[in-house]
C-alpha cells in the first residue's frame, strides 16, 4: 500500500491548466489516474480592472462512479476494524449476498493519524439511486443496517466531474473594497445573490458557519468569530481559522483567532463568553465553562450554565428570555435599567444577559447610572492583537487548508472531525461535499472559490484534502475552509453562478464575503 498511500499526499490539484486526480485508495481500487480540465468547458471574465472570475469543470473520463449499498459500521460510525468487515462480509455472503471489503486510509491532515483509517463492507454497483435502493431494502431485510451511496464521493477514487469558480482579486489594482457582512441584522438569514444585488456588489460568495434551528439558538446569527465595519459581532469558538479583511481588504490575511470580552464595574470583572447569541448555548461550543467540551466541536451545541452574553445594536430581532438578568446599557455603557430578560437592543445601545453565576454578577454590580466597561480583545495564534478599525471585518469557519504554502488541515484541533470516534465528522470532512474556501497567494491575492457537489454525475465537491490541494495549486499560501454544503454559494453581479446543492434552491445563509465596488 506504500504507492498507494503516496497518492493520497499527492491528492487533488489545479492551477487552470492541469488538474491532478487524487485520493485515497482502497484495497480493491487501483490507484486513480490524473485528470485534466475539458478545455472547452473553461471561461475566464474581468468582472472589475484587478477581479478575475474562471469558472470551468474538472473531468475525469476514466472515473466509473456507480451507485453501491454499505453496510454501517458499528454504532453509526461509517467504518469498522477489520474484524467487524471480516465478519460482516461473512454473515452477508452466508445470507447469499457478494459483498466486498475495502480499505479506507487516513487524509492527509496535520493532527490525525496516518495509515489505514478503517473498513467498509459493501454490496453491488448499480446504474440508478432506484437500483441502489431496492438492493439496500433486500439487505437490510436480511437485518443489516445499510444504505445506498454515490461512489463519486468517495474520496478513494477520482471523482468524474466537479463545478468549480474561481475569484482573484488582486488588491494592487482593484479600486473597490472587500468586507464581510451581515448586512442589516446579525439575527437574519438571506442568500448570498441578495445581499450582493442589495449592495451592487461584484462578486460575493457565503461565509462562515451560523445558526440555523431554534433549538440551537437564534437563526442566522453566526456560530464562530464574525466582526462587521470594525464591530466585534460574535465570538470565536475556540481557536479556529478566519479571514481577516483589513483596510476593506486591501490587507488581508488568515490565522486561527480567539476572542475574550471582559465586563468591568467597579473593582469587579466578569467574562462575557458571548456575543448576539441565547444565554447557555453554544454552537460550535469552544467557550471556557462549555459542557460537555470547552474545544471546537463542528455543528454541537454546548451549553454554559454561567453564561454573559452581550447584544448589539445589530441585533435586530427580539431578545432572548428566560431565567437570569438583564441589563440594559446607553452608548456611555452606563447602565439605564436592570431587571428580566427580553425586549429589543436600544439604538445606540446594547443589552446583558446573564444566567447562573453571571446572572448573579449582574444583580450585585449593575447599578443605575453607572458604568459597566467592556473590553473586548481578538488575538492569533501568535498572540498578537488583532485591532478593528471601521473598514475591517472578520469572516471565520474551520479548518485552516493551507499555511505557509504547505497542507496544513487541523480538522481535529478545530474540531471538524474526531480521530478517536468516526461517527463525528466523517462525511462533513472525508466524503466529498459542496465548498467555499478562501485565500491568499504570495502576492497579497485574494482567492474567493467554490465547487458545486451533491449533484451524482454532475458535480460531485471536495474533500478537505482536495479543497487544499485545489487551493494550494491555484498558488494559494494561507488558505481556509469557509461554511459549504447547502451553503455554498457564488454570486456574480447580483446573480448566483453556481448551482446550489438545497433541493429548495439556494440558501439563506449568515454572513457573506461582498467585494464592492
Not at 491532515?109 to 459493501?122: F, I, K, L, N
Not at 471523482?159 to 479600486?175: G, K, Q
Request: aromatic share 4%; glycine share 12%; hydrophobic share 40%.
Amino acid at each position: 500500500m506504500r504507492n498507494e498511500e503516496s497518492s493520497v499526499r499527492r491528492g487533488l490539484g489545479v492551477r487552470m491548466g492541469a488538474v491532478l486526480g487524487a485520493a485515497v485508495v482502497l484495497a480493491v481500487v487501483h490507484p486513480p489516474a490524473q485528470a485534466a480540465p475539458d478545455a472547452g468547458s473553461w471561461t475566464t471574465e474581468t468582472v472589475a480592472p484587478g477581479v478575475q472570475l474562471r469558472a470551468g469543470v474538472l473531468r475525469d473520463a476514466d472515473a466509473k462512479p456507480s451507485w453501491t449499498v454499505t453496510v454501517q459500521g458499528p454504532g453509526s460510525a461509517p467504518l469498522g476494524d477489520r474484524a467487524w468487515a471480516d465478519d460482516t462480509a461473512g454473515r452477508l455472503r452466508d445470507a447469499g449476498f457478494e459483498p466486498r471489503v475495502e480499505r479506507v486510509v487516513w487524509a492527509a491532515y496535520a493532527d490525525t493519524p496516518h495509515g489505514t483509517m478503517g473498513w467498509r463492507v459493501r454490496l453491488g454497483s448499480y446504474g440508478t439511486s432506484g437500483e441502489a435502493q431496492g438492493a439496500r431494502e433486500k439487505v437490510a431485510a436480511a437485518g443489516f443496517t445499510a444504505v445506498a451511496e454515490w461512489t463519486g464521493y468517495d474520496a478513494q477514487q477520482p471523482a468524474d466531474r466537479e463545478s468549480v469558480h474561481v475569484a482573484v482579486i488582486d488588491p494592487a489594482r482593484f479600486t473597490g473594497t472587500v468586507a464581510a457582512t451581515h448586512d442589516t441584522s446579525v439575527a437574519d438569514r438571506e442568500t448570498t445573490s441578495s445581499v450582493a444585488a442589495k449592495r451592487h456588489s461584484l462578486l460575493a460568495v457565503n461565509g462562515g458557519f451560523f445558526i440555523t434551528s431554534d433549538a440551537d439558538g437564534v437563526q442566522g446569527t453566526m456560530a464562530g468569530i464574525g466582526a462587521y465595519d470594525g464591530e466585534l459581532e460574535s465570538m470565536a469558538a475556540g481557536s479556529r481559522a478566519a479571514l481577516i479583511l483589513a483596510d476593506g481588504g486591501r490587507h488581508a490575511r488568515i490565522a486561527d483567532l480567539t476572542s475574550t470580552v471582559t465586563a468591568r464595574a467597579g473593582s469587579s470583572t466578569y467574562a462575557v463568553q458571548g456575543i448576539n447569541r441565547v444565554p447557555g448555548k453554544v454552537r460550535n461550543c469552544g467557550r471556557p465553562g462549555a459542557t460537555p467540551t470547552e474545544s471546537p466541536r463542528q455543528d454541537v451545541t454546548c451549553a454554559e450554565a454561567d453564561d454573559l452574553v452581550k447584544f448589539t445594536p445589530r441585533f435586530r430581532a427580539a431578545l432572548p428570555t428566560g431565567p437570569g438578568t438583564q441589563v440594559v446599557l446607553d452608548a456611555d455603557g452606563r447602565v439605564v435599567s436592570t431587571g428580566a430578560r427580553g425586549g429589543t437592543v436600544p439604538a445606540g445601545g446594547s443589552v446583558l444577559q446573564g444566567i447562573g453565576a453571571a446572572s448573579d454578577w449582574l444583580t450585585a454590580h449593575a447599578r443605575q447610572g453607572e458604568r459597566i466597561a467592556l473590553n473586548e480583545v481578538v488575538r492569533d495564534t501568535a498572540g498578537r492583537r488583532v485591532r478593528l478599525d471601521s473598514d475591517d471585518s472578520i469572516v471565520s469557519a474551520a479548518p485552516t487548508l493551507v499555511k505557509d504554502g504547505r497542507l496544513a488541515i487541523d480538522a481535529a484541533a478545530e474540531g471538524t472531525l474526531d480521530p478517536k470516534n468516526l461517527s463525528f465528522g466523517y462525511a462533513w470532512s472525508n466524503v466529498r461535499q459542496p465548498r467555499t474556501m478562501a485565500g491568499l497567494d504570495a502576492k497579497g491575492r485574494l482567492i474567493l472559490a467554490t465547487v458545486d457537489g451533491r449533484q451524482p454525475g454532475v458535480s460531485e465537491g471536495f474533500t478537505l484534502e482536495e479543497a487544499a490541494r485545489f487551493m494550494r495549486s491555484l498558488g494559494a499560501v494561507q488558505a481556509l475552509n469557509l461554511d459549504g454544503g447547502g451553503s455554498t454559494a457564488m454570486a456574480v453581479n447580483g446573480r448566483l453562478a453556481n448551482v446550489t446543492s438545497d433541493a429548495t434552491g439556494e440558501r439563506a445563509v449568515g454572513d457573506t464575503v461582498q467585494v464592492l465596488p
